[in-house]
C-alpha cells in the first residue's frame, strides 16, 4: 500500500511505524481474530481499520482526538499479527503511536487523573499495596466515586497477600545447569508473590542458579503501550543497568513484561541506550520456554488424582513471542493431569495491562467469554502464563458461579515438584 507518512517527522520509531502501514494488504484475515472486531462488529474497531485511521492521522488527513477511541479501544494483544499472512508487525505501529498522539490529544480531567493514579501506582509495588489497601477502605463508598474511577474499586481483590521478599540469589541444586536474573514484576509481586516464589523453587530444582538483580523495576510496558513514552524508557533504563551479562537468559513469568522487554530495541531506538536495549532484548525469554528447551530432568509427581487442566494461552505470550507449544509439553509431563483445549485460544480474556480498567464494559464481555470457553472445555483447574489473565480469569469464572482455580504454571509444576 502507498503511503505518505512523514517519516522523518515521526521520530526513531518513524520506520517501524511506516513499514507496518505500508505491509497492510486489508485482507480481512485479522478480523476473526481481533477481540474487540469480534465483539463490536465495526471496521473501526479492527486492526485493518486502525491501521488506516492512524496513517490518515499521520499524513494530516484526520484530527488525534478523531482516531484516539478507536486505538484506545485496542487491546494490545497482537493476535492480529498471528493471524496476519503479510507479516504486518502491529505491535510497531500501534505503541508508538499512542506515544506519538498522547502530548496532541485532549483528555477530560477524570480520565487525566485515571490515568495519572494507574501511572503512578501500578508500576511501583509499594504504591500498589498501599492504593490497594485504601481502595478497599473506600469500597463502601463506592457510589459517590466518579464513575470512571469506579472499576479501580472494582477490580481490587478481596484480599492481599503478605509480601515474599526474594534473596538476591538463589543456588542451583545439584549440579548447576544454567544460570539465570529474573524480572520480579510489579503488580504481580501485590498481587501474587508466590508466582515468582515457585518459579525460583522450580528452577533451582531444575539446576538453575537464579540472580533476583535488588536494583530491577517495572518493565515499562504498561506506560509503553498507554502511550507514556518517557516513563517507560526511565523504568526499562533502570533494568538496562541493572540485569548482568554473565547470566545464559533473563527470565520473565509474566507474559506481557516478557513481551515490553522484548520490545526494548523499539522503545529506545536512536538513543545512546540502543546498543544495551539490543543486548537485554536478545537474552529475554519466558521461563516456560526456557525451561521446555532446558528438559526436566526428571517428570514430575503425579497430582493427587486425575484433573483436566485448561491452558489458557496469554495473547502477550502466544501471539507477540510465539510461544504455546511449550507451557504444554511441562504440564503434560505432570502425571494425573489431562490437558484440555478451549475454543477461541486466539482471543483475548480482556485483561491487557490496564484494559479492563479503561473499557471495563468490553473487557467484561471478553472475560465471560473466556471463561465459559474454560468451562465448556471441562477444565477442572486453569493454568496460565499471564498475572493480568489469571486476574481476569478468576473473577469470571467467580461470577459465573464457578470454584475451579487458577494458577500460574510455575505454581503448578512447583506443586508437582518439578
Known amino acids: 500500500m502507498r503511503h505518505d507518512v512523514p517519516v522523518d517527522r515521526l521520530g526513531p520509531q518513524g520506520p517501524a511505524m511506516a513499514h507496518a502501514i505500508e505491509a497492510c494488504v486489508h485482507c480481512g484475515f485479522c478480523l476473526a481474530t481481533c477481540p474487540t472486531y469480534v465483539t463490536l462488529g465495526e471496521e473501526m474497531d479492527s486492526p485493518r481499520g486502525r491501521i488506516l485511521l492512524m496513517k490518515e492521522t499521520l499524513e494530516g488527513t484526520l484530527e488525534v482526538d478523531d482516531v484516539t477511541p478507536f486505538v484506545d479501544a485496542c487491546l494490545g494483544c497482537q493476535a492480529c499479527e498471528t493471524a ?79 509480601p515474599q521478599p526474594l534473596p538476591a540469589l538463589v543456588p542451583a541444586q545439584g549440579e548447576r545447569r544454567a544460570r539465570v536474573a529474573l524480572l520480579a514484576g510489579c503488580a504481580q509481586q501485590v498481587l501474587a508473590p508466590d508466582i515468582n516464589a515457585a518459579t525460583v523453587r522450580v528452577l533451582a530444582r531444575q539446576g538453575v542458579e537464579v540472580a533476583i538483580p535488588p536494583s530491577q523495576g517495572c518493565c515499562g510496558s504498561l506506560a ?114 489431562e490437558l484440555v483445549e478451549p475454543q477461541g485460544w486466539e482471543l483475548c480474556c480482556g485483561s491487557a495491562g490496564t484494559y479492563n480498567l479503561e473499557r471495563p464494559e468490553v473487557a467484561a464481555q471478553l472475560g465471560e467469554r473466556k471463561a465459559r470457553a474454560l468451562l465448556d472445555a471441562g477444565a477442572e483447574l486453569v493454568a496460565t502464563a499471564n498475572i493480568g489473565c489469571m486476574t481476569q480469569v478468576q473473577a469470571h469464572l467467580r461470577e459465573l458461579g464457578s470454584d475451579v482455580a487458577v494458577l500460574h504454571t510455575m505454581q503448578l509444576l512447583d506443586r508437582a515438584g518439578a
Not at 483528555?107 to 501506582?121: G, I, Q
Not at 493427587?304 to 494461552?313: I, S
Not at 510461544?323 to 511441562?330: D, I, K, M, Q
Open 84 to 162: 496476519c499472512p503479510s507479516g504486518v508487525e502491529y505491535g510497531e505501529l500501534v505503541a508508538p503511536f499512542r506515544a506519538y498522539a498522547e502530548p496532541r490529544r485532549r483528555r477530560a480531567p477524570l480520565e487525566r487523573l485515571r490515568r495519572e493514579l494507574v501511572l503512578r501506582t501500578l508500576p511501583y509495588p509499594r504504591r500498589m499495596r498501599l492504593a490497594a489497601r485504601t481502595g478497599r477502605a473506600a469500597k463502601p463508598l463506592r457510589r459517590l466515586v466518579p464513575a470512571p474511577l469506579r472499576p479501580m474499586l472494582d477490580l481490587l481483590p478481596p484480599s492481599l497477600p503478605d
Open 224 to 337: 509503553w503501550h498507554t502511550g507514556a513514552a518517557d516513563q517507560a524508557r526511565a523504568l526499562a533504563a533502570r533494568n538496562l543497568d541493572a540485569f548482568p551479562d554473565d547470566v545464559d537468559a533473563i527470565v520473565t513469568n509474566a507474559a506481557g513484561c516478557g513481551s515490553g522487554m522484548r520490545e526494548y530495541p523499539l522503545l529506545f531506538a536512536g538513543d545512546a541506550r540502543a546498543e544495551a536495549a539490543e543486548r537485554v532484548a536478545a537474552r529475554v525469554v519466558d521461563v516456560n520456554a526456557f525451561l521446555d528447551d532446558l528438559g526436566l530432568r526428571e517428570r514430575p509427581r503425579a497430582l493427587a488424582q486425575p484433573t483436566r487442566v485448561a491452558y489458557q494461552d496469554a495473547c502477550h505470550l502466544a501471539h507477540a513471542q510465539g510461544v504455546r507449544a511449550a507451557p504444554r509439553r511441562l504440564l503434560e509431563a505432570v502425571g494425573n493431569l
